[in-house]
């Protein structure tokens, strides 16, 4: 097995139907822009009643269906935030908190520690959080999952890594391995993926990648490094 292999997304989503939220973030082939982009899968009606919206350079889930929303308390939430020279993206509420540690002189991991992975037995989804801090037209990015430590939810087991940024390296993470009853968590580190020069070929890929029946949402945005001057792209399956 090549440990330094970097995957094309297609290969690694190949026949799951199932990863659930994810986030990527790494740098692309060129060295010229930073990469974060955020995906939401749903099963029930209730996950898949969503939408993303970008507000302000910020995005949020919102429901598409307000009529249909069932419990959204884990699913409406901010998935991306700026604070200063830092880029906040998770798969949940805990996107606040790190914002607001950050706010109060904490670390990211420092932040997370108030947290822990989602309360929905049996399936005690994990947290999945993701920060890039830019300087001297470069970045540096944290990635972290809070995961439940055995089937019982009894503790929470706290997974950090850090990364400088390198030409065409991305790094994948997402809360399920694949489907199942319970959904068996991510295991091990993040995957090593592939980071595409233009903006519109690494959306399509990772997009195209995901379950056609269980994919809802895709945000992704691409940072100039040496202007940050943003591009962005949003693909809702719900049409709004």
Same mark, same amino acid.
């Given at each position: 097995? %090549?440990?330094?292999?970097?995957?094309?997304?297609?290969?690694?989503?190949? $026949?799951?139907?199932?990863?659930?939220?994810?986030? !990527?973030?790494?740098?692309?082939?060129?060295?010229?822009?930073?990469?974060?982009?955020?995906?939401?899968?749903?099963? +029930?009606?209730?996950?898949?009643?969503?939408?993303?919206?970008?507000?302000? $350079?910020? !995005?949020?889930?919102?429901?598409?269906?307000?009529?249909?929303?069932?419990?959204?308390?884990?699913?409406?939430?901010?998935?991306?935030?700026?604070?200063?020279?830092?880029?906040?993206?998770?798969?949940?509420?805990?996107?606040?908190?790190?914002?607001?540690?950050?706010?109060?002189?904490?670390?990211?991991?420092?932040?997370?520690?108030?947290?822990?992975?989602?309360?929905? +037995?049996?399936?005690?989804?994990?947290?999945?959080?993701?920060?890039?801090?830019?300087?001297?037209?470069?970045?540096?990015?944290?990635?972290?999952?809070?995961?439940?430590?055995?089937? *019982?939810? +009894?503790?929470?087991?706290?997974?950090?890594?850090?990364?400088?940024?390198?030409?065409?390296?991305?790094?994948?993470?997402?809360?399920?391995?694949?489907?199942?009853?319970?959904?068996?968590?991510?295991?091990?580190?993040?995957?090593?993926?592939?980071?595409?020069?233009?903006?519109?070929?690494?959306?399509?890929?990772?997009?195209?990648?995901? %379950?056609?029946?269980? *994919?809802?949402?895709?945000? !992704?945005?691409?940072?100039?490094?040496?202007?940050?001057?943003?591009?962005?792209?949003?693909?809702?399956?719900?049409? !709004?």
């Amino acid at each position: 097995m %090549d440990i330094y292999k970097i995957n094309d997304v297609d290969e690694l989503q190949k $026949g799951n139907t199932y990863p659930g939220r994810g986030i !990527v973030i790494g740098k692309t082939k060129d060295g010229k822009n930073a990469c974060v982009a955020c995906f939401i899968m749903g099963r +029930s009606s209730n996950s898949r009643n969503r939408i993303f919206t970008e507000k302000n $350079g910020e !995005v949020f889930t919102e429901p598409f269906d307000v009529s249909k929303v069932e419990d959204p308390s884990l699913i409406i939430y901010a998935a991306v935030r700026q604070f200063e020279n830092k880029l906040i993206v998770t798969n949940g509420d805990q996107t606040d908190t790190i914002y607001d540690g950050l706010a109060n002189g904490k670390t990211f991991f420092e932040s997370l520690e108030t947290r822990e992975f989602e309360p929905d +037995s049996p399936n005690f989804t994990p947290r999945i959080s993701g920060m890039l801090t830019f300087e001297n037209n470069d970045f540096s990015y944290q990635m972290s999952i809070l995961k439940s430590i055995d089937e *019982k939810g +009894s503790s929470c087991a706290r997974y950090g890594f850090s990364y400088p940024s390198v030409s065409g390296l991305g790094h994948f993470i997402h809360t399920y391995v694949c489907d199942g009853n319970p959904i068996p968590t991510f295991q091990g580190e993040p995957k090593r993926i592939s980071i595409e020069n233009d903006i519109d070929v690494f959306t399509d890929n990772l997009w195209n990648a995901l %379950d056609e029946d269980n *994919k809802i949402s895709l945000y !992704v945005r691409y940072i100039n490094l040496e202007n940050l001057e943003t591009q962005t792209r949003l693909i809702n399956k719900n049409k !709004v």
